[in-house]
Nanobody, 127 residues
Framework: QVQLAESGGGLVQAGGSLRLSCAAS????????MGWFRQAPGKEREFVAG????????DYAESVKGRSTVSRDNAKTTVYLQMNSLKPEDTAVYYCAQTERAWYTSNLRNILEYKYWGQGTQVTVSS
């Protein structure tokens, strides 16, 4: 049973930073690509960032590119999302997700490519 547990969300002022973590368990973590998504109230869940099994390939939504960094520590079975220069429009519940694929390709921006999901962590950015 794969389990993903996000942490690190919270309330932060605009311009601030947060580092989200997602701890995985249940199967070999190091062979699967991972993704971060977010969902704001009344909106669909959207892609934020993705990373290949070895961290060699990363991908970002235009809305967070240049402000965010996705990384992973396979020894700790954890993927991270560092977010800087946060804006009120970044307010959402952030989810990590795991695919059945190892290598990252642009189709992994699609929510349907992810089989396992965490419960999410709330990020609120005040203006």
């Amino acid at each position: 049973q794969v389990q993903l547990a996000e942490s690190g969300g919270g309330l932060v002022q605009a311009g601030g930073s947060l580092r989200l973590s997602c701890a995985a368990s249940g199967r070999t973590f190091s062979v699967y690509a991972m993704g971060w998504f977010r969902q704001a109230p009344g909106k669909e869940r959207e892609f934020v960032a993705g990373i290949s099994w070895n961290g060699g390939t990363t991908d970002y939504a235009e809305s967070v590119k240049g402000r965010s960094t996705v990384s992973r520590d396979n020894a700790k079975t954890t993927v991270y999302l560092q977010m800087n220069s946060l804006k009120p429009e970044d307010t959402a519940v952030y989810y990590c997700a795991q695919t059945e694929r190892a290598w990252y390709t642009s189709n992994l921006r699609n929510i349907l490519e992810y089989k396992y999901w965490g419960q999410g962590t709330q990020v609120t950015v005040s203006s």
